[in-house]
């Protein structure tokens, strides 16, 4: 991977994403889709769960990032690669690059959950910290990059990213068939914009929605704009979705293969949280329930119909998962 930070590369289509499954076959897990009855109830849809909580390092993330540093040339993984991330991307780059034999430096926020600071250090990254509400981290990364000639990986604006990260959407679509409707996480983009590749050309008749927090809705207001929408950092519990603007590869992909961007309120996550604990027995971090909450807040839009979760990661801190799920409960 050459591409700089701030560098737009050529856009990715369905066929990079055929290649990208071909590339991770056999590292990257198959994660499974799952049911369940008493979800199916409460809902009033048939709903097909694709559990990137099970995926290596327990996120999505992990498919873009191998597949990004397994082609780059021999001499930049020598030189080692840079990558910034609130959690899962940071644990992503620093896993693949520790199977692939290459040097990982992440640029992480001083107040990302410990569980995904102590998981990218375990894995052999090295951390850089950085105050969220201070700064972006991109020029951090980029400064890095230029001073040691890393390879930069981006968490979501890159081709190879985009690919990687469609392949969860390949896989629920080889499984599942057509569906009538798919809710995928938004945070940058790279999940959305490799699902919508997918979409586009298996299942065009599927209605394809990213979900994002209502604090951080600026994938919501981009789309109604017509051109990218910055905003500040976001308070949310969805730190996975904390992100400041879609990427510039990625905004043009989810303009055209999407139905809609919903935004999904804080108080609605938890709730959400505690029915996959409930019914599919998973332990899911707020960012990885965001379309079943998005489902939740249409069922009856959905009712009778097939519809496709994309569950995109489960790295949550045990007391903040405890304690949401606490929060939830009924006196």
Request: proline share 7%; charged share 20%; glycine share 10%.
């Amino acid at each position: 991977m050459t591409a700089a930070p701030g560098s737009v590369p050529a856009l990715p289509r369905y066929q990079d994403v055929v290649a990208a499954a071909a590339r991770i076959e056999g590292v990257a897990h198959r994660t499974p889709v799952l049911r369940s009855r008493l979800l199916d109830e409460l809902t009033g849809a048939e709903v097909h769960f694709k559990c990137e909580n099970f995926q290596r390092m327990g996120a999505f993330k992990f498919r873009g990032a191998y597949h990004a540093i397994s082609r780059l040339d021999a001499d930049r993984r020598a030189a080692g690669v840079v990558a910034y991330s609130s959690g899962n991307h940071a644990q992503a780059v620093a896993l693949a690059a520790r199977l692939l034999g290459v040097e990982a430096t992440i640029v992480m926020p001083e107040d990302a959950p410990e569980s995904k600071l102590a998981a990218t250090c375990g894995y052999g990254g090295k951390v850089v910290l950085y105050d969220r509400y201070a700064g972006d981290p991109s020029p951090i990364a980029a400064e890095l990059a230029e001073r040691h000639g890393l390879a930069f990986v981006p968490p979501f604006d890159h081709p190879d990213i985009v690919a990687g990260a469609g392949t969860a959407a390949l896989e629920l679509f080889e499984e599942t068939g057509p569906l009538d409707a798919l809710f995928v996480p938004l945070g940058g983009g790279g999940l959305l914009a490799g699902t919508g590749l997918v979409a586009r050309e298996v299942a065009p008749e599927c209605a394809l929605f990213g979900v994002e927090p209502e604090a951080g809705d600026d994938g919501r207001q981009s789309l109604a704009r017509g051109e990218i929408v910055r905003i500040g950092p976001p308070h949310t519990l969805a730190d996975g979705a904390q992100t400041l603007a879609l990427g510039e590869l990625n905004f043009p992909l989810i303009r055209d293969a999407v139905t809609d961007i919903l935004a999904v309120p804080d108080d609605a996550l938890a709730p959400r949280m505690r029915d996959m604990a409930t019914y599919l027995k998973l332990v899911v971090e707020p960012t990885g329930v965001l379309g079943l909450a998005a489902l939740h807040a249409q069922a009856e839009r959905w009712r009778g119909k097939r519809v496709g979760v994309l569950v995109s990661g489960g790295n949550v801190d045990l007391e903040t998962y405890a304690g949401l799920l606490a929060w939830t409960r009924t006196p």
